[in-house]
């Protein structure tokens, strides 16, 4: 039986790194049904695979699922660091879903839960602070976006991730384009391009590039209006 689980999770793997991920979602689902202790390490291990290719799918609710239940093993077991974690990703799930008050409370619970066990976890704190910018702003409030995008800066750059530093350059640009400073944001989008490009980051690099040309194009355009 273990070594039908192992054949059927090295699949699933393999699966997902093709980007085959409906296969790898099934070939995980079928190792858990063959699995018959929820509560062993390995079990969570394969739920935990199974979200993402939920959550890159675009299946949602199926990716809650699998979230609550890591959560609830977490708070159970006492792991802070996975509570953390799983907390700050059902934030983002409910980001996903649309819920966004949902979301921005799940923010707030998971930033008085880091504060108080891992203040010095800047990496963490600049991802929540930062999560919590972009929901502000999808709930059209620039002025607590910001407050929160300033505080994400602060500790990306205590943290000295520059990738976490580039997510909250691109953050910071996305208030500016808000409140119509397309200038201020071009150049935030430029400058997290630059780092994504210096990590290799190609999929977060070309997304910036387009917002990049967008802005450029809609900058052509009202120079040709006011020209009329």
Same mark, same amino acid.
Request: charged share 35%; aromatic share 10%.
């Given at each position: 039986?273990?070594?039908?689980?192992?054949?059927?999770?090295?699949?699933?793997?393999?699966? !997902?790194?093709?980007?085959? !991920?409906?296969?790898?979602?099934?070939?995980?689902?079928?190792?858990?049904?063959?699995? #018959?202790?929820?509560?062993?390490?390995?079990?969570?291990?394969?739920?935990?695979?199974?979200?993402?290719?939920?959550?890159?799918?675009?299946?949602? #609710?199926?990716?809650?699922?699998?979230?609550?239940?890591?959560?609830?093993?977490?708070?159970?077991?006492?792991?802070?660091?996975?509570?953390?974690?799983?907390?700050?990703?059902?934030?983002?799930?409910?980001?996903?879903?649309?819920?966004? #008050?949902?979301?921005?409370?799940?923010?707030?619970?998971?930033?008085? !839960?880091?504060?108080?066990? !891992?203040?010095?976890?800047?990496?963490?704190?600049?991802?929540?602070?930062?999560?919590?910018?972009?929901?502000?702003? @999808?709930?059209?409030?620039?002025?607590?976006?910001?407050?929160?995008?300033?505080?994400?800066?602060?500790?990306?750059?205590?943290?000295?991730?520059?990738?976490?530093?580039?997510?909250?350059?691109?953050?910071?640009?996305?208030?500016?384009?808000?409140?119509?400073?397309?200038?201020?944001?071009?150049?935030?989008?430029?400058?997290?391009?630059?780092?994504?490009?210096?990590?290799?980051?190609?999929?977060?690099?070309?997304? @910036?590039?387009?917002?990049?040309?967008?802005?450029?194009?809609?900058?052509?355009?009202?120079?040709?209006?006011?020209?009329?």
């Amino acid at each position: 039986m273990e070594k039908l689980v192992q054949e059927l999770v090295d699949a699933a793997k393999l699966a !997902f790194d093709a980007n085959d !991920f409906e296969l790898a979602e099934k070939k995980y689902v079928d190792a858990l049904y063959l699995m #018959d202790n929820p509560e062993a390490e390995e079990y969570q291990t394969i739920v935990s695979e199974l979200e993402k290719c939920y959550t890159v799918q675009e299946n949602y #609710d199926g990716a809650k699922e699998c979230l609550e239940e890591l959560y609830w093993h977490a708070r159970k077991d006492k792991n802070l660091k996975k509570e953390a974690e799983y907390l700050h990703k059902l934030a983002v799930n409910a980001r996903q879903t649309e819920e966004y #008050d949902l979301a921005a409370i799940m923010c707030e619970e998971e930033l008085a !839960f880091r504060m108080t066990h !891992f203040p010095d976890d800047y990496i963490g704190l600049a991802e929540t602070y930062h999560e919590a910018a972009m929901l502000s702003l @999808l709930q059209r409030n620039p002025i607590k976006g910001k407050v929160y995008i300033d505080k994400a800066k602060h500790y990306a750059e205590k943290s000295g991730d520059s990738i976490v530093i580039a997510g909250v350059l691109r953050g910071l640009g996305d208030y500016h384009f808000t409140i119509n400073e397309l200038e201020k944001a071009r150049g935030l989008y430029l400058d997290s391009h630059y780092l994504y490009k210096l990590h290799r980051n190609h999929e977060a690099a070309d997304e @910036l590039l387009k917002r990049i040309r967008c802005l450029d194009d809609r900058g052509q355009h009202k120079n040709n209006e006011q020209k009329k």
